[in-house]
């Protein structure tokens, strides 16, 4: 079989346009390619096992993005941390207070709908403004009593499509003290960021007063990766400890404080800003960070061709090395530190 041949190409293509889609569209020759690498299976010599997991893993990623599209103009937080943490543990309690201060500023939270610190980021927002991503396993088969029965809460039978959902919708990520699973979360969140796969949002650690989970934690970063050199200096910038829910709340905010969002944009990054910068201030971090410039320098302009989305925003724009992520998350703090910068044109 041959999913290139006329015949085949000609009843795909039918079949995007019998569901409503055009397959001359850019989105409707992916849903093609989608339908050919299906067709491909047949004579991969793959098993039956192998064919379920596919199924079901595309059908968890197809309903959830569903779900979240319908809330796609609202900022979102994810939250991680313990579910066997009691409710009346001061990281409980920070947990709520922080997820609460969140929701007063606009935002939803996405925990793992579990109880615990994940049952506290709920109650913060209350179900209206939560998403709960719950996992089946042999002991957590239920959502905690705040997102159970929502229509946000999404079931998910692989770790793998949860993870994905938890970072592709993040616009920030607060992690709570928690054993292997919070560790391979946090982790996880880390590299996505370090190495570009994911974009780059605010990571912040917290807990209740008096804790050292995050100092204990810290220490073992620094002394067995920094000093080892399996991290870069640079790579410490990725997250940050609050001292407080209400100081976690700040570090968020503070990072859209000027910066909105950022694409790729052909070989060109571009960084979406709520205002435009002076032209001393671009000078500061064409010279600050000119490492990250691979070639020309960093220039600020309207949206780039091929952009569609945000239009109305400003941007700095450079062909960048694809290198050096944790300085690149430098480079937004020193862009959201600037003064305000009004008046200034594109």
């Known amino acids: 079989m041959n999913v290139?041949?006329?015949?085949t190409q000609s009843t795909i293509r039918d079949l995007v346009r019998s569901v409503g889609g055009d397959p001359e569209t850019f989105d409707g020759r992916l849903i093609g390619d989608l339908i050919q690498t299906c067709l491909k299976l047949i004579p991969d010599g793959r098993d039956t096992g192998q064919l379920k997991l596919m199924n079901s893993a595309l059908k968890e990623m197809r309903y959830a993005y569903r779900v979240f599209n319908r809330y796609a103009?609202?900022?979102?937080?994810?939250?991680?941390?313990?579910?066997?943490?009691?409710?009346?543990?001061?990281?409980?309690?920070a947990a709520r207070a922080f997820s609460a201060a969140m929701a007063q500023h606009g935002w939803m939270s996405i925990t793992g709908a579990g109880d615990g610190i994940?049952?506290?980021?709920?109650?913060?927002?209350?179900?209206?403004?939560?998403?709960?991503?719950?996992?089946?396993?042999?002991?957590?088969t239920t959502a905690?009593?705040?997102?159970?029965g929502d229509p946000k809460l999404i079931n998910f039978r692989y770790f793998f499509t949860r993870?994905?959902?938890?970072?592709?919708?993040?616009?920030?990520?607060?992690?709570?003290?928690?054993?292997?699973?919070?560790?391979?979360?946090?982790?996880?969140s880390l590299v996505l960021v370090q190495t570009g796969r994911s974009n780059i949002v605010p990571i912040v650690l917290l807990e209740g007063a008096g804790g050292v989970y995050w100092r204990h934690w810290?220490?073992?970063?620094?002394?067995?990766?920094?000093?080892?050199?399996?991290?870069?200096?640079?790579?410490?910038?990725?997250?940050?400890?609050?001292?407080?829910?209400?100081?976690?709340?700040?570090?968020?905010?503070r990072f859209y404080r000027v910066y909105h969002s950022s694409r790729y944009v052909g070989e060109r990054f571009a960084l979406r800003l709520l205002r435009p910068l002076r032209p001393e201030q671009i000078e500061?971090?064409?010279?600050?960070?000119?490492?990250?410039?691979?070639?020309?320098?960093?220039?600020?302009?309207?949206p780039l061709e091929g952009e569609d989305d945000h239009l109305e925003l400003p941007r700095l724009s450079f062909v960048h090395t694809r290198h050096h992520f944790g300085l690149l998350r430098r480079l937004i703090d020193r862009i959201n530190g600037f003064d305000d910068a009004a008046g200034a044109r594109v």
């Open 118 to 140: 994940m049952k506290a980021g709920h109650e913060g927002p209350k179900r209206e403004k939560s998403f709960g991503l719950s996992i089946r396993l042999p002991f957590e």
């Open 4 to 7: 290139k041949d006329e015949r």
């Open 218 to 253: 810290n220490t073992y970063l620094r002394k067995n990766l920094l000093d080892n050199g399996w991290i870069d200096p640079e790579d410490i910038d990725i997250y940050s400890i609050a001292s407080s829910p209400a100081d976690a709340v700040e570090r968020v905010l």
């Open 73 to 93: 103009g609202t900022r979102k937080i994810t939250i991680f941390g313990s579910a066997r943490t009691p409710e009346d543990h001061g990281d409980y309690l």
């Open 144 to 148: 905690n009593t705040v997102i159970e």
């Open 284 to 302: 500061q971090l064409n010279d600050e960070f000119a490492v990250l410039v691979k070639e020309g320098f960093i220039e600020q302009s309207g």
């Open 163 to 188: 993870k994905l959902m938890f970072m592709s919708h993040a616009d920030a990520v607060a992690v709570f003290p928690g054993g292997f699973g919070t560790q391979d979360e946090l982790f996880e």
